[in-house]
């Protein structure tokens, strides 16, 4: 048999390898969202315990490794050659799509990904195969297509939508109604036997269940053996007792334990379950050339029905992906950005919203709405009232600690979605159906937002986008996966192995290609000027604190309109995208600060309460400022990509003056607000004014051009807007001088003698 074949098995392993990188920094947000999401443990402990987790996990799912070679299509109608063609194209596909995925930021499912393209590339051969038969038409592909299976699986993962989502909704409703939010001033009692439910579900489905699959020798034969009923009422009375041991004797917190085991479980049932996405094919495909290398026969004439058997798994393969998936989890930076998403959905409060709204949520929100109203109207007033009372906040504290450093939801929260995402990912395990974790896991979340009523007036539409976009790009995973992993298989054929070399080289260049943008975004991240939220409680302190974001806003804004103009004068459209994006960033953040304003009020101290109307006129200004460079970035933009004329020269002749007086006023103005010497704030003032008569001298030179021979009207209305733009442009920032000048202690602005 030709040595293409090992070679294309070392490439296989590479890409196996690259697939479990890739993977995991998806999957991540599975089992870490609950545990980052409540802050009841710290990082370190997180990574440790998801750790250990993903280690026992990888040991215990050998059996569903069965769905990689005969899940989805049929072995026995394919020989060696076809099958080495389909493993290849769907490796090479999953890990550019993950990649994709994890720059963007979204969590997307390794099961989807997985199955479908397993789908396509086996669509692909059999479609090839029975053009290559006479006898045969297209209605002959369910020949080779497990057909049932692959409806069985795919009708199980979209089922998970719906099921998590009622699952978790449900169990979260009735803890609440348990246990309050007040939970720690609720009866000891009730923690205990919440627990005790918890850790019975968490160590049945998930201990037991996994160590079922781990062939461990004795331990397995006891749980093998053990009555299903015996065991769940035993275990039981163990925890609830221990529930009990643990809350009114040793006096801790049960639900910071439930979310430690919750963790180590789901990470384990990640693990048992997901561990097939990224080495199964592999697996596959090296078994198959252990026994086509025993035949001595031709590729093209080596049956692959024996895949279709029970194949025995190798541990030491099993334990060497559990260690990559360890290492990849501490040191993937990726992972945090998709973890991120599912936190923002499911956080309690209200704050900065990731999506926008859309038609869809705003009309699912509406319909909601009216749906409540009416169950509102069926429920007798001593019900609602009660349910009401259930779900009445804390009240706020007086001091409230800005955003980013609060917990996104409480313990319950965060245990309810822990044991229900364990108990349903643990289930579709042992019954060896590939569920997909992310589905599961992200559902679960946005069930318990749901009954948890953090999805509120102000919040609800944009997370029902959010979460309308996710399932989005869960679908265009199915779709794209079906259509490359078809097209390279398809290309693979034609090719071979000058083929595969092709796309492998696509492949890495394109990860590579990848993982450089997104250093350089985290670095970019490190060194750009980011605006600082507030947290001085005094006058004095406030102004400090905001002269650096003011200084931070008006060397990003000297940057983004030279660029901008500039680039619309030499017509180049990359320069105008830089700047467009630049001031999209740059407006996001000032709407961060306004969305900070509520906890900024809080922390003020009473005698200093005027600082709040200091501070929210900054911030209008900051808005108004960036709200100038939007329009001018956009306008420029649109005239260019439109190839509408280019400015005339005396147009670019006024607009490079502009340029370089705004320049110098901004740098002038930076270095002021930087140092915090506001000495300079009275002559930064009247160059502004003058900056602002020079832009009128402009609008009337070019009202006098009009007139006499401006042929162009996009060009002039391009013009005009410019100019007036950079008018309030000049007049936002004399306002923000002034506020400083007029706040500031006296004293400071006498000029030196």
């Known amino acids: 048999m030709s040595d293409i074949y090992i070679y294309m098995l070392i490439i296989l392993a590479g890409l196996a390898i690259t697939d479990l990188v890739v993977g995991v920094s998806n999957d991540a947000v599975n089992f870490l969202n609950s545990a980052i999401g409540s802050k009841a443990i710290n990082f370190k402990t997180i990574m440790i315990i998801a750790s250990i987790g993903i280690?026992?996990?990888a040991m215990s799912s050998s059996g569903m490794m069965e769905v990689a070679r005969k899940g989805i299509f049929v072995p026995g109608e394919f020989f060696f050659d076809e099958v080495m063609?389909?493993?290849?194209?769907?490796?090479?596909?999953?890990?550019?799509?993950?990649?994709?995925?994890?720059s963007i930021g979204l969590p997307t499912s390794t099961t989807v990904s997985i199955v479908f393209e397993l789908l396509g590339a086996a669509v692909c051969m059999s479609v090839i195969k029975i053009n290559g038969n006479e006898a045969e038409s297209l209605l002959d592909l369910g020949k080779y297509i497990a057909t049932d299976t692959a409806i069985e699986i795919i009708l199980g993962i979209l089922l998970s939508v719906v099921v998590a989502f009622i699952i978790g909704g449900l169990v979260q409703f009735f803890s609440r109604l348990l246990l309050t939010f007040d939970y720690e001033g609720r009866p000891p009692f009730l923690a205990a036997l919440f627990g005790g439910v918890s850790l019975t579900s968490l160590f049945y489905f998930i201990i037991f269940k996994g160590l079922k699959g781990a062939d461990l020798g004795v331990v397995t034969e006891f749980i093998g053996s053990t009555d299903v009923y015996t065991f769940i009422g035993v275990t039981f009375l163990f925890w609830t007792a221990f529930s009990f041991v643990y809350v009114f004797l040793i006096k801790w917190d049960v639900y910071k334990l439930i979310i430690i085991l919750g963790t180590f479980g789901l990470a384990m049932a990640f693990a048992g379950n997901d561990l097939v996405n990224f080495i199964g094919v592999p697996i596959g495909a090296y078994q198959a050339w252990?026994?086509?290398e025993g035949t001595g026969l031709k590729a093209s004439e080596i049956n692959m029905s024996f895949l279709s058997g029970r194949l025995p798994s190798n541990k030491l393969l099993l334990v060497a992906a559990g260690l990559i998936m360890v290492a990849t989890l501490w040191f993937s930076s990726k992972a945090q950005a998709v973890v991120k998403t599912s936190v923002d959905l499911a956080r309690q409060d209200s704050g900065t919203e990731r999506f926008q709204s859309n038609f869809l949520s705003r009309i699912l929100v509406?319909?909601?709405?009216?749906?409540?109203?009416?169950?509102?109207?069926?429920?007798?007033?001593?019900?609602?009232?009660f349910i009401s009372s259930r779900f009445e906040k804390l009240p706020v504290p007086t001091v409230v600690p800005k955003h980013a450093d609060k917990p996104a939801f409480d313990y319950v929260r965060a245990s309810v979605n822990l044991m229900v995402a364990s108990v349903l990912i643990s289930i579709a395990t042992s019954?060896?159906?590939?569920?997909?974790?992310?589905?599961?896991?992200?559902?679960?979340?946005?069930?318990?937002?749901?009954?948890?009523?953090?999805?509120g007036t102000e919040s609800a539409v944009y997370r029902i986008a959010g979460v309308l976009n996710v399932i989005g790009g869960w679908f265009f995973t199915a779709f794209s996966a079906f259509t490359a992993a078809a097209v390279f298989a398809y290309l693979i054929?034609?090719?071979?192995?000058?083929?595969?070399?092709?796309?492998?080289?696509?492949?890495?260049?394109?990860?590579?290609?990848?993982?450089i943008g997104h250093k350089k975004s985290q670095q970019e991240q490190k060194?750009?000027?980011?605006?600082?939220?507030?947290?001085?409680?005094?006058?004095?302190?406030?102004?400090?604190?905001?002269?650096?974001?003011?200084a931070t806003v008006f060397k990003r804004s000297?940057?983004?309109?030279k660029n901008t103009l500039d680039g619309l004068i030499a017509q180049d459209l990359a320069i105008l995208k830089t700047s467009k994006k630049e001031s999209k960033k740059l407006s996001g953040e000032i709407d961060d600060l306004r969305n900070n304003i509520f906890f900024f009020i809080k922390n003020l101290d009473e005698h200093n309460l005027g600082a709040s109307k200091f501070y929210i006129d900054v911030l209008g200004n900051l808005q108004d400022v960036s709200q100038s460079l939007d329009y001018i970035s956009k306008a420029s933009n649109t005239h260019i990509s439109n190839n509408h004329k280019s400015l005339k020269f005396n147009q670019i002749k006024d607009l490079k003056e502009i340029i370089l007086r705004i320049h110098e006023i901004f740098n002038d103005a930076q270095e002021t607000f930087t140092t915090k010497d506001f000495s300079n704030l009275g002559a930064i003032i009247v160059e502004q004014r003058e900056l602002i008569t020079l832009v009128d001298e402009k609008i009337n030179k070019q009202v006098k051009r009009t007139k006499d021979d401006e042929e162009s009207p996009k060009n002039t209305t391009l013009y005009f807007s410019l100019l007036l733009e950079t008018r309030d442009l000049m007049n936002e920032t004399i306002q923000i001088a002034e506020q400083y000048y007029l706040e500031y202690d006296a004293s400071k602005f006498e000029p030196e003698n």
């Open 366 to 385: 509406r319909y909601s709405i009216v749906a409540a109203d009416g169950v509102q109207r069926i429920l007798p007033d001593t019900a609602s009232n």
């Open 290 to 292: 252990e026994f086509a």
């Open 527 to 550: 060194v750009t000027d980011q605006l600082q939220k507030a947290e001085s409680k005094t006058i004095q302190g406030i102004i400090d604190e905001s002269s650096d974001n003011v």
């Open 558 to 561: 000297k940057r983004i309109y």
């Open 493 to 515: 054929y034609l090719g071979g192995m000058y083929a595969v070399v092709a796309l492998v080289t696509i492949a890495v260049l394109l990860i590579i290609r990848s993982f």
């Open 431 to 455: 019954y060896k159906l590939p569920l997909s974790t992310t589905y599961v896991t992200f559902m679960v979340a946005m069930g318990t937002s749901l009954a948890d009523r953090a999805w």
């Open 55 to 57: 280690a026992f996990g």
């Open 85 to 102: 063609i389909i493993f290849m194209a769907v490796m090479i596909t999953d890990i550019l799509l993950l990649d994709f995925f994890n």
